[in-house]
């Protein structure tokens, strides 16, 4: 028997599987079910939709002292979604890697939490996840060193709210904050969450975005040339797994602590864009709610992904899409709506090699002459080339064709 499935249509081929579940036959149709079985049907309604799976592994993350939380999430195809859970918490002893996706296993004896979304500590939670999704692991984990987890869900039989590009909007009353408008997606939860959880920075956004921002927060240098120097550096007491990222030398080894620390299959050239700094890191949740409670004159934030201003009123503090650096460091514009940028393009410009700019710049001259032979005009021999960020500027004079 190859795995569960195999297992279970045994069980049903013996007419014996209904057995299994029943603890007590008592007539008339009616069964005492047994405790494990009566545990799997109510962790199956435990979880109704990936948000509800990000938010239980939140709530783990807060309950391990966790400071920094990043959240990662990729749409592989039409029903398949991966996540990546990554925090710089308490971290998993190596014995329960597998032990803590069973029923009742828990950490919290004496100190389970009561939060605004319920009772947390029955050690259901991980349980009711894995019977959920396709995959779930713990891709790291130590004492003192945080843990990384990686899920893949199938969105065909666990549900998503479809629009998870959609930002919340954040109001500020006399008293409190609210959150209006949207859909209950992946980054409402998140914003929800932090509101409630101030001290933990949350980072939300593709994998190689949170790579690229956990290499950015890390205080370590690269110094791992070699696997061997990496596993030596990872051993040392003081280095998360947030940290991982950012003590790789170069681009290869950085790849292989990807795949081998957090499960994640990124491209060479998408790790090479990370690697040479090309993908600007995010900012936490926690920076946006701090920005917009210092400003005084700020009752709304919109966090919106898709680079328009979501609010036109006056008092409107905006957070969007745009290419300003000086927003990137924290800097807020002196106008009514100001900005942070969520951009990840930076520098696409040095892509480009300079025998490619020279083959560029040879067929733009042919055509030129060619179309311009018509007008007796000619392009000029020497071109002026000047690259900045993502534009490439070419500057070709023309001349009287003698």
Same mark, same amino acid.
């Given at each position: 028997?190859?795995?569960?499935?195999?297992?279970?249509?045994?069980?049903?081929?013996?007419?014996?599987?209904?057995?299994?579940?029943?603890?007590?036959? @008592?007539?008339? !149709?009616?069964?005492?079910?047994?405790?494990?079985?009566?545990?799997?049907? +109510?962790?199956?309604?435990?979880?109704?939709?990936?948000?509800?799976?990000?938010?239980?592994?939140?709530?783990? $993350?807060?309950?391990?002292?966790?400071?920094?939380?990043?959240?990662?999430?990729?749409?592989?195809?039409?029903?398949?979604?991966?996540?990546?859970?990554?925090?710089? !918490?308490?971290?998993?002893?190596?014995?329960?890697?597998?032990?803590?996706?069973? $029923?009742?296993?828990?950490?919290?004896?004496?100190?389970?939490?009561?939060?605004?979304?319920?009772?947390?500590?029955?050690?259901?939670?991980?349980?009711?996840?894995? @019977?959920?999704?396709?995959?779930?692991?713990?891709?790291?984990?130590?004492?003192?060193?945080?843990?990384?987890?990686?899920?893949?869900?199938?969105?065909?039989?666990?549900?998503?709210?479809?629009? +998870?590009?959609?930002?919340?909007?954040?109001?500020?009353?006399?008293?409190?904050?609210?959150?209006?408008?949207?859909?209950?997606?992946?980054?409402?939860? @998140?914003?929800?969450? $932090?509101?409630?959880?101030?001290?933990?920075?949350?980072?939300?956004?593709?994998?190689? +975005?949170?790579?690229?921002?956990?290499?950015?927060?890390?205080?370590?240098?690269?110094?791992?040339?070699?696997?061997?120097?990496?596993?030596?550096?990872?051993?040392?007491?003081?280095?998360?797994?947030?940290?991982?990222?950012?003590?790789?030398?170069?681009?290869?080894?950085?790849?292989?602590?990807?795949?081998?620390?957090?499960?994640?299959?990124?491209?060479?050239?998408?790790?090479?864009?990370?690697?040479? !700094?090309?993908?600007? #890191?995010?900012?936490?949740?926690?920076?946006?709610?701090?920005?917009?409670?210092?400003?005084?004159?700020?009752?709304?934030?919109?966090?919106?992904?898709?680079?328009?201003?979501?609010?036109?009123?006056?008092?409107?503090?905006?957070? #969007?899409?745009?290419?300003?650096?000086?927003?990137?460091? !924290?800097?807020?514009?002196?106008?009514?709506?100001?900005?942070?940028?969520?951009?990840?393009? @930076?520098?696409?410009?040095?892509?480009?090699?300079?025998?490619?700019?020279?083959?560029?710049?040879?067929?733009?001259?042919?055509?030129?002459?060619?179309?311009?032979?018509?007008?007796?005009?000619?392009?000029?021999?020497?071109?002026?080339?000047?690259?900045?960020?993502?534009?490439?500027?070419?500057?070709?004079?023309?001349? #009287?064709?003698?």
């Amino acid at each position: 028997m190859n795995n569960n499935t195999d297992y279970n249509r045994f069980l049903s081929d013996l007419n014996i599987t209904a057995h299994l579940k029943v603890e007590e036959d @008592l007539g008339s !149709g009616y069964v005492r079910l047994k405790i494990s079985e009566a545990e799997r049907r +109510q962790a199956l309604q435990d979880i109704k939709c990936i948000e509800d799976i990000v938010l239980e592994c939140l709530r783990n $993350s807060r309950d391990a002292k966790s400071k920094n939380i990043f959240i990662a999430t990729k749409k592989i195809s039409d029903k398949t979604r991966h996540l990546y859970i990554i925090d710089d !918490g308490a971290g998993i002893p190596d014995k329960f890697h597998k032990l803590i996706f069973q $029923s009742r296993v828990t950490s919290k004896l004496e100190n389970a939490v009561r939060d605004p979304y319920g009772f947390h500590g029955r050690g259901m939670a991980l349980f009711s996840i894995k @019977l959920n999704v396709e995959k779930i692991c713990i891709s790291y984990s130590g004492p003192a060193k945080g843990t990384a987890i990686f899920i893949e869900a199938d969105t065909g039989k666990i549900t998503e709210k479809k629009d +998870q590009s959609a930002m919340p909007v954040i109001k500020k009353n006399p008293g409190s904050i609210t959150i209006e408008g949207g859909v209950n997606n992946i980054a409402r939860i @998140l914003m929800e969450f $932090s509101l409630q959880n101030p001290d933990i920075n949350i980072f939300y956004g593709s994998p190689t +975005q949170i790579v690229s921002t956990m290499i950015a927060n890390s205080k370590f240098n690269k110094n791992a040339c070699n696997i061997k120097d990496l596993k030596e550096i990872i051993s040392r007491p003081g280095l998360k797994i947030t940290d991982f990222v950012a003590i790789a030398s170069n681009y290869a080894i950085l790849g292989q602590v990807l795949k081998e620390y957090f499960n994640m299959n990124i491209s060479e050239r998408a790790i090479q864009r990370i690697f040479y !700094g090309e993908i600007q #890191q995010l900012n936490s949740f926690k920076v946006y709610l701090d920005m917009f409670l210092r400003n005084e004159s700020a009752s709304r934030i919109s966090l919106n992904k898709a680079g328009k201003t979501a609010l036109k009123d006056d008092n409107a503090f905006v957070l #969007q899409d745009c290419k300003n650096k000086d927003l990137l460091t !924290g800097k807020v514009l002196n106008d009514n709506n100001d900005n942070l940028s969520l951009c990840d393009e @930076l520098g696409l410009v040095k892509r480009f090699k300079d025998e490619e700019i020279r083959y560029i710049i040879d067929i733009l001259k042919k055509e030129i002459n060619k179309t311009g032979s018509r007008y007796f005009i000619e392009a000029a021999e020497n071109v002026e080339i000047t690259k900045q960020n993502n534009t490439l500027n070419l500057k070709i004079n023309l001349k #009287q064709k003698n």
